[in-house]
């Protein structure tokens, strides 16, 4: 086990540092500097502003300067863009909002998707069976922006029961956090479904129904722990896939969170912020990702613990790329 | 062999329906010139905002000039076809007076298009990475397979949509970088980070292809790896690459739209799906909501998406019965 945390743990801090490496560079490398839209043609100001953020060093030195920075005090530097800011800052600001809205999205997610699952297996090959299943098909296909769109048609402007943007009061937190969970609480069902049954079929299930157990508690307390391990290590890219679909859906309902600064700050060549954001998501989705792993090893004992993950893992993509 | 897996593949439920409408957007995408619709971006703010209905008007010069600027041969055909006929507002307008209609037939050139591209990109990628690996020594296949597990845990996502807004947001956007290039960039980029599935998937199978009777016999007869890889083993993967080529699709279109929604796809006056939706969005701030413009893009995205994955799913389940889900 310590082995296995050791290894996973290496594995990540290598990610990381490839990834802070690739993003510094390339966005250096890009035509295009944070200056550029700024007013003033001057040259000489232009120079200034350079030294000051130290941008004019040669590329290595920079890189330098800002690992140590990093490995030192944690410091991210200043915003390029939002003077007077540290990244620091704006992601203790803004993270919190992010949270929020993601953890809420993943525990609706779970609930629904879980209970749906466990309703339509229960009730196999019955028209609810299918009803939920086609459901899940249409939550999986749908964008999280379109289930966003209708909501906010239906629900905020034809009768007017929840606010359409903003952040704060539980109200405003509704429909960005539905629309958010709809596609995973669609693939947990499916996986969770198709799971249960497999189980279902085993013989120890056959002896809890001969010793007499309701159906309610062989589904619950004997068939759902076996059955959960593919939708934990569906968590993974789900958690991923949160986390990216949170940019579109911070966007459509005007939130302060993460998503927001990270694409504005990629447009206007904001490095800084770019690549404290970058880091913060590689760090949460390594985090979640041994989370995963763990509780995988909790589950089933009998899981391998190498990298690779257990044979589960090959129905299902660890990474939520697309899933937005 | 191919009839009946295509009656097991028939008896799957969805399976047809899904198949149908795929083939209907496919088609209509093909025909997207030759259709009796206006041009996809002429501008007439004497129709902006219009809900859907059904009128025959005037094809004009503005919409003859669109066309033939874009598809010459199509220009032609649809002049031959349908003369001055024109169906307008099927679909309803936009704020700027543009057909609906037609801009979602013109965008699943676009959607489709990205999908099918990035979709090839990610399955030449991950075949070869995958079959390289399978028929590697154990140290090379484990150092292979050891650098996907890692890749796995890269957030490409965020590392793409950086590259993509920066090369959007420098100067170089005024510049060079015409609209085909973005679009092959966008492709190059969403197909390298979806490979990895493939890469594991197609691993997988050539390793216990590789432990067959025919593929030792062919060994034993002095067949080289490379014989053995393309005409032994390749063959035998192809119902698994088009299983996995159906799921990769619908999952890049998404992020297609995803990205266009973000603003860093691709670029109007070209329409996606994704551009369209994005559109619709935006007008549902203001006063006096369009309903329409949000949702038949959401409509057409929905149906294109959810029939290939009901469509991957058949096939799976056809190819390999054991695989058999309820």
């Known amino acids: ?324 | 062999m191919s009839a009946s897996l295509f009656q097991r593949l028939a008896a799957r439920p969805g399976s047809i329906p899904a198949l149908t409408v795929l083939a209907l957007v496919a088609l209509t995408a093909l025909a997207a010139p030759l259709l009796p619709l206006p041009a996809p971006d002429a501008m007439r703010p004497a129709l902006a905002s219009r809900p859907p209905s059904v009128s025959w008007t005037e094809w004009t010069d503005l919409d003859q000039q669109h066309l033939e600027e874009t598809h010459p041969a199509g220009a032609w055909a649809r002049q031959a076809l349908f003369g001055k006929h024109s169906l307008s507002g099927l679909a309803g307008t936009d704020d700027l007076g543009r057909d609906l209609a037609s801009r979602l037939v013109w965008g699943a050139r676009i959607s489709l298009l990205v999908g099918m591209a990035a979709t090839l990109v990610a399955m030449i990628i991950g075949v070869s990475w995958g079959l390289v690996a399978g028929l590697s020594s154990r140290r090379m296949d484990g150092a292979m397979m050891r650098l996907v597990d890692i890749a796995y845990a890269v957030p490409f996502l965020f590392v793409v949509i950086l590259l993509i807004a920066m090369l959007r947001g420098g100067p170089s956007a005024e510049q060079g970088m015409a609209g085909p290039d973005r679009l092959v960039l966008m492709f190059v980029a969403i197909g390298a980070i979806s490979w990895l599935t493939m890469a594991r998937v197609v691993r997988g199978q050539v390793l216990s292809l590789r432990r067959s009777e025919y593929v030792v016999a062919a060994r034993a007869l002095g067949a080289t790896t490379g014989r053995i890889a393309r005409s032994h083993i390749l063959p035998n993967l192809y119902g698994l690459i088009v299983v996995y080529l159906t799921l990769t699709v619908p999952r890049v279109m998404l992020f297609e739209a995803f990205l266009s929604y973000l603003g860093l796809g691709v670029e109007p006056p070209g329409v996606s799906w994704g551009i369209l939706a994005s559109e619709g969005m935006a007008t549902l701030t203001a006063v006096g909501t369009s309903w329409w413009l949000v949702v038949f893009p959401g409509l057409a995205l929905t149906l294109t998406l959810g029939s290939l994955n009901a469509l991957g799913d058949a096939l799976r389940d056809a190819l390999d019965p054991r695989l058999t889900r309820g």
């Not at chain 1, 594995?11 to 550029?36: E, I, K, N």
């Not at chain 1, 405003?172 to 479904?193: D, E, G, N, Y």
């Open chain 1, 1 to 324: 086990m310590i082995r296995f945390l050791a290894r996973r743990l290496l594995a990540s801090l290598v990610v990381l540092a490839v990834v802070v490496t690739t993003c510094f560079f390339l966005m250096r490398l890009m035509p295009g500097g944070p200056f550029d839209l700024e007013q003033s043609p001057d040259p000489v100001i232009r120079a200034n502003l350079l030294a000051a953020y130290d941008l004019d060093a040669p590329m290595h030195e920079q890189f330098a300067r800002y690992v140590e920075g990093l490995l030192r005090r944690g410091d991210l530097g200043p915003s390029l863009r939002y003077r007077d800011y540290d990244v620091s800052e704006i992601l203790a600001e803004s993270l919190p909002v992010s949270l929020v809205l993601g953890g809420s999205a993943l525990v609706l997610a779970l609930v629904f998707g879980l209970g749906a699952g466990a309703l339509a297996a229960a009730r196999r090959g019955s028209a609810i069976d299918t009803a939920i299943m086609s459901l899940a098909g249409l939550g999986l296909a749908l964008p999280s922006f379109v289930v966003a769109g209708v909501l906010v048609l239906l629900f905020a402007f034809h009768w007017q029961l929840f606010p359409v943007v903003g952040f704060g009061s539980p109200a405003q937190l509704v429909l960005p956090a539905v629309s958010l969970a709809m596609p995973f609480a669609a693939t947990i069902a499916r996986l969770f479904r198709a799971g249960l049954l497999e189980v279902l079929a085993e013989d120890w299930i056959r002896t809890a129904r001969a010793k007499g157990r309701s159906p309610l508690a062989v589904l619950w307390i004997h068939a759902a722990r076996p059955a959960s391990i593919p939708v934990v290590s569906y968590l993974g890219p789900a958690i991923a896939g949160v986390l990216s679909g949170s940019l579109v859906i911070e966007s459509i309902f005007a939130i302060p969170g993460v998503g927001t600064h990270f694409v504005e700050s990629a447009l206007n060549a904001d490095y800084n912020l770019a690549l404290g954001v970058v880091i913060v998501y590689t760090v949460l989705l390594t985090v979640a990702n041994l989370a995963v792993d763990l509780a995988y090893n909790l589950i089933d004992p009998r899981m391998d613990d190498g990298l690779g993950g257990g044979a589960a893992d090959e129905a299902v993509p660890r990474r939520g790329v697309a899933a937005p």
